[in-house]
């Protein structure tokens, strides 16, 4: 499994802008597809992006898409998740996830495996 960071969640007013860190401890980096997922509460684990494991491959939920932004550095070995225009409702712990690489990027749960500690954004109205 691959060790999994987080950061760069917190406050912010609706309409403003976050950037999500997720730091990998694992080499090579490049053979893991990664994710986001967040976690409102009450509410089931959902996927926000995916990012395959060359990059080439790239997945944005329908209720993020245009706003929100994955992106993976390899020399870093780190996923971002860029979020603009934030809205009340991305209010949620988010989750930096990883799985092996397959043929196809896969968006389920179950196809990650390595889990970050989740980091909580909150956007206020």
């Known amino acids: 499994q691959v060790r999994l960071v987080e950061s760069g969640g917190g406050l912010v007013q609706a309409g403003g802008s976050l950037r999500l860190s997720c730091a990998a401890s694992?080499?090579?980096?490049?053979?893991?597809?990664m994710g986001w997922f967040r976690q409102a509460p009450g509410k089931e684990r959902e996927i926000v992006a995916a990012i395959s494991w060359r990059g080439a491959s790239i997945y944005h939920a329908d209720s993020v898409k245009g706003r929100f932004t994955i992106s993976r550095d390899f020399v870093k070995n780190t996923v971002y998740l860029q979020m603009n225009s934030l809205k009340p409702e991305d209010t949620a712990v988010y989750y930096c996830a990883a799985g092996m690489a397959t043929s196809t990027l896969r968006t389920d749960l179950s196809a990650y495996d390595s889990w970050g500690q989740g980091t909580q954004v909150t956007v206020s109205s």
């Open positions: 694992e080499r090579p980096f490049s053979t893991y597809a």
